[in-house]
């Protein structure tokens, strides 16, 4: 599949404004999920790319951030709609190709990142600052902030262009300058979007893209012109990624894992919960750090909940092509590695005594090229909390199901894994609802709602989960440096 809009095979650097290849030629193979296929070649970024490409935004970061709010909300304005106006259409065809998703929840994804654009635009004029007089002599205060530098954005492959735009809306905002490095399993529907920001104006140098495997996130994060490690993607990763700023004293902004509860009280509204526990279950077969892991029932509906989750769940619709199938429910995971995971958390469950209510293997079906990476929705029951499913992160398509008595027992249970990033709670009692909202250790909480995410608010977890926040007037103030400047009042001269 071509497309003029990307760049060539083997030249998806991008260095002071420069698309090109690796400076030793080295590239990967991108490869398709869904059929095991080759899709193109990407450049493996060797030491000397990284090195121009953290010097080019070393030396762009004054020039953008002297522009003023106003010139950068324009720009990234322009992007926004340069984005919906020219990449629309190629962007999500490319995102179901490199990581599986239906065309659907592709073109959500990138609609959602431009608007993410079009809020940071905004900000960028909203900077706030505070005064006052000093309290000890003759002096007043002035309190104030400045982008943090340059920033080394490493991005994952399950959701590359939003995630993406969640770092460099608020990044650029803030008048800060990067070094991107997208995963190599899902780059191409992200450097569309570098693409309409590049041509809404930027100048050269302030976005730059580093293609390759994760030994250039590694070296990246060692350069000195780095101030700022902005990752999304797995705990263990994360933890790498912590001590290897922590050696210059880098500021992190991580988003990690999670292991996301569904607790149901028995007086759930049982036509809202369980669909909403299928989607948010299912939705990019599993493949969100959001997720639900597992779900949690008050004895008095688990049969009924069970019975019509199962149901439901056997009715999804899974997809071998995303794009001749836009609306389908799931498609494939996104590699070997993945499906072996899933699949060993289920086995080992059901050694531990869970029940399979559904699922539990490849299809069988012919429809599905045998070099893809599938598994079936599977439902699991009379799980216990002790099993890998309920107490590590599946990120795959099962849903293990377990039972509780009072609230208290669920508000326990779901608090016992080391992750803290979203939980997720059906009731009509408005008392248990802020109840269990003050206890569970999460980032987010849902209440009758199966998505925790807004523009508008802060995004981050908990424990394990990560360090900071995302989106929201937090989202930005992680791009920024508080300075003080204290000044001493004189008499004026005679």
Known sequence: MVNEALPKAGQTLLINGNWRAANDSSTLPLINPANGTELTQIAQASASDI?????????????WAGLSGRERAHILQRAAAIYRERYLEDSPRWLTLENGKPLNDSLKECRYSADVLDFYAAEARRFRGSHFAGDQGATHSFVFQQPVGVVAA?????????????????GLAAGCTFVIKPSEEAPLAALLLVKACEEAGLPPGTLNVLTGDGQVGAALIERPEVSLVAFTGSVATGKRVAQAAAKGLKRTLLELGGSAPFIVCRDANLDLAVPEALRRCFSHTGQICISVNRIF?????????????????????V??????????????????????????????ARSAGATLLLGGSRPRDARFPSDGFYLQPTVLGAVSTDMRVMQEETFGPVAPIASFHT??????AANSTPYGLAAYLYTQDLDAAFYASQRLQFGGIGINVNDVTDI??????????????EMGEPGLDAYREMKHVRYRLQLPRQ
Request: charged fraction near 20%; charge should be negative; include cysteine.
């Open 51 to 63: 090195a121009e490409a953290c010097l080019a935004a070393a030396n762009a970061f004054p020039t």
């Open 154 to 170: 490493i991005i994952p492959w399950n959701f590359p262009v939003d995630l993406l735009a969640w770092k460099i809306g608020p």
């Open 297 to 317: 029932v008050q004895r008095d509906l688990l049969e009924e909940f069970t019975d019509r989750f199962v149901a439901a769940a056997s009715q999804l619709h």
């Open 319 to 348: 997809t071998s092509d995303g794009l001749a199938e836009p609306a389908a429910d799931m498609g494939p995971l996104m590699n070997a590695h993945a499906v072996a995971h899933v699949q060993a958390h289920i086995d080992q």
């Open 407 to 412: 609230l208290e027992e669920a508000i326990h």
């Open 456 to 469: 508008r608010s802060p995004f981050g977890g908990m424990k394990q989960s990560g360090l900071g926040r």
